[in-house]
């Protein structure tokens, strides 16, 4: 890194909560704003007002995971005036209102905890516990079927503690009573834990009705190209299906000639969480005297 780009960077982050403009940047670095804003464009093809923002709104997403502060306070630590202007901008980057992404991101690979970030793949988002570990993009020379795989790979420093995610979500309106099939080809290399497809169906308040990570049927360590399969049903009273490729610690996994459809009720299920609750059939020690 050049030194104009980590004397912005180490200025920006250092003052991500304080109320800095594109002009206070251009001040500490030593150029005029015309200039600044040329050179700073070129080093990082966006403004310093964008990169502000995106930071800003990045810091707002660990926070609506990692605490419990309102969503209106958490507005106003990240330089907004009104909940309002927050929501827009928030959903902008990160496709889902403030409320439902910390609701959605609760419930992802068994309640642990991560953000999500935009991807370079059209409709395919990240999502982490520590999203700088991990990146995802379009590989053109590792390739199951046509031109091009999406990967995602887990960098030095990915632990096996924490996880990421190449995710999409979906309407469930068109599938609802319906059983529906994942499948995806996926090929693995120097995996330090183990990756594997994930589906969850939730409800309009985003409790999770089915779900399926792979968990009981990990792949591991270096893999060919092979196919890999999930198949849920999708309640009458559900909203969302989210979807993905999930890895845990370092390597890379790349995923081609995916699948989503309608099957028959025939084709079994693989959900491997229970979301059955253990009901009696009828009120149980009414007076409080059983033993």
Same mark, same amino acid.
């Given at each position: ?14 003052n ?8 206070d ?10 200039h ?24 707002a ?58 991807t370079?793949?059209k ?9 700088h570990?991990?990146?995802a ?19 030095n ?12 979500e979906?309407?469930? %309106? *068109?599938?609802? =009573?319906k059983?529906? #099939?994942l ?5 693995? &290399?120097?995996?330090? $834990? ?5 589906m969850?169906? %939730? *409800?309009?308040? =985003?409790?999770?009705? #089915? ?6 049927? &990990?792949?591991t360590? $270096? ?17 969302a ?9 370092r390597g ?18 693989t ?6 609750l ?6 149980q ?7």
């Amino acid at each position: 890194m050049d030194a104009f780009k980590k004397a912005c960077i180490t200025y920006m982050e250092a003052n991500l909560n304080q109320a800095i403009e594109a002009e206070d940047v251009a001040k500490n670095s030593g150029y005029s704003l015309f200039h600044f804003h040329r050179k700073f464009m070129q080093a990082f093809q966006l403004s310093a007002t964008d990169y502000l923002k995106r930071r800003r709104l990045a810091q707002a997403a660990n926070l609506l995971f990692h605490s419990e502060e309102r969503i209106i306070d958490i507005a106003f630590i990240s330089g907004f005036d009104s909940q309002e202007a927050f929501t827009r901008a928030f959903k902008k980057i990160y496709k889902l209102p403030p409320g439902r992404y910390r609701k959605l991101l609760q419930t992802i690979n068994q309640g642990g905890k991560r953000i999500m970030n935009a991807t370079p793949i059209k409709h395919w988002f990240l999502a982490g516990d520590s999203p700088h570990l991990y990146e995802a993009g379009l590989d053109s020379t590792v390739v199951h079927q046509g031109k091009q795989a999406a990967y995602l790979r887990g960098m030095n420093g990915s632990k096996d503690t924490v996880f990421g995610t190449l995710m999409q979500e979906i309407k469930a %309106d *068109n599938y609802l =009573g319906k059983r529906v #099939q994942l499948q995806a080809f996926i090929k693995t &290399k120097e995996l330090s $834990d183990f990756v594997g497809l994930w589906m969850r169906v %939730d *409800n309009k308040t =985003g409790d999770v009705l #089915q779900f399926d990570n792979m968990y009981d049927r &990990k792949i591991t360590g $270096d893999t060919n190209w092979n196919v890999y399969t999930i198949v849920l049903d999708v309640p009458e009273e559900s909203a969302a299906i989210s979807f993905g490729l999930l890895m845990t610690g370092r390597g890379t996994a790349w995923m081609d000639s995916l699948s989503f459809q309608e099957v028959s009720t025939k084709v079994p299920t693989t959900h491997n969480m229970d979301f059955q609750l253990d009901l009696a059939d009828q009120p149980q020690n009414l007076s409080f005297e059983e033993e």
